[in-house]
């Protein structure tokens, strides 16, 4: 079966140390991967996404990804934490049949 | 460029009331989503559109839950008659096409009671 998993429900880290959001999945085909963040009382909004070339995609507010296709993973990444990242954070994977399966999501926590 | 607009952005009903929200995806956009958010779940696909054809309603509870978009723009999503597990936010997303990156509407927050 195709899926999407978010193996950490809650993610910590302090300001401005690195921080790793995971993701794994598990689609036939090449997949287009998506990140996508909720902030609190808002709707979710696009981060990032990779469908082909370089394993590393950068994307908004200094997110950045990499791709590993031996271990079907796209781990969301950004070098120094903000208070501001705090928020809710969602993997997505779309099937060759167009299809979007989502994760369940991350809870990232930046402490100051 | 305006977003994705929805409405009501909270509502409170009874069981077996019923429901509607409306949706006004992207200008030019000729896909539309229907998600169900609970709490502390990802989204479910509800419904999708394009244009005025449904694209994908595998997941939508058809006893209960209705949308149409007629016209292939706006769009409205009922339920009749609600039970307490439809307690969730509702996401309208648009996308130019199907393979492209959504954009998400702020969301309809439905709380029965």
């Known amino acids: 079966a195709q899926s999407v998993a978010q193996p950490e429900d809650q993610v910590n880290v302090a300001e401005g140390n690195p921080l790793t959001v995971k993701c794994t999945y598990s689609?036939?085909?090449?997949?287009?991967l998506f990140w996508y963040v909720q902030y609190p009382n808002r709707g979710l909004q696009f981060l990032l996404k990779?469908?082909?070339?370089d394993n590393l995609v950068k994307g908004s507010y200094g997110f950045e990804a990499e791709f590993n296709k031996s271990q079907t993973s796209f781990h969301l990444k950004k070098p120094s934490a903000l208070v501001s990242d705090s928020a809710l954070y969602f993997c997505?994977?779309?099937?060759?049949?167009?299809?979007?399966?989502w994760g369940a999501g991350t809870k990232l926590i930046i402490k100051p | 460029e305006a977003g994705v607009a929805q409405s009501p952005r909270y509502k409170i009903i009874e069981k077996r009331q019923s429901v509607a929200f409306w949706c006004n995806p992207i200008?030019?956009?000729?896909?539309l989503y229907w998600y169900q958010q609970i709490l502390g779940q990802g989204p479910k696909l509800l419904i999708q559109?394009?244009?005025?054809?449904?694209?994908?309603d595998s997941q939508l509870p058809k006893d209960r839950f209705s949308a149409e978009r007629l016209k292939g723009v706006d769009s409205t999503l009922k339920i009749q008659p609600a039970k307490l597990e439809d307690s969730a936010v509702y996401l309208c997303?648009?996308?130019?096409?199907?393979?492209?990156?959504?954009?998400f509407g702020a969301g309809s927050r439905l709380t029965v009671l």
């Open positions: 997505a994977v779309r099937t060759v049949n167009y299809q979007l399966i």
């Open positions: 689609v036939s085909g090449n997949p287009y």
């Open positions: 990779y469908i082909t070339g």
């Open positions: 200008s030019g956009h000729a896909t």
């Open positions: 559109f394009q244009n005025n054809g449904v694209v994908d």
């Open positions: 997303a648009s996308s130019l096409n199907g393979a492209n990156v959504l954009t």
